[in-house]
């Protein structure tokens, strides 16, 4: 069986710091592929909480 994992990309002032984040088998996932010629850190960060937030659906995350 193989371990379901993701990188988080943290990109700031210092460079790129990237974290691999380890899921549990029971989730389901979702690929989503933004293309951007040129991008402010402020604009992905205003997409990745749009799509996060329209993405929060049960089966994608674990809640309560």
Do not use: C, W
Request: proline share 3%; hydrophobic share 40%.
């Amino acid at each position: 069986m193989s371990t379901r994992s993701f990188l988080l990309l943290d990109v700031g002032g210092n460079g790129v710091r990237v974290s691999d984040v380890r899921l549990g088998v029971s989730r389901r996932l979702a690929r989503v592929r933004i293309r951007y010629e040129e991008a402010k850190p402020s604009v992905v960060k205003g997409d990745v909480s749009y799509i996060a937030s329209n993405m929060d659906q049960r089966g994608f995350v674990d809640h309560p």
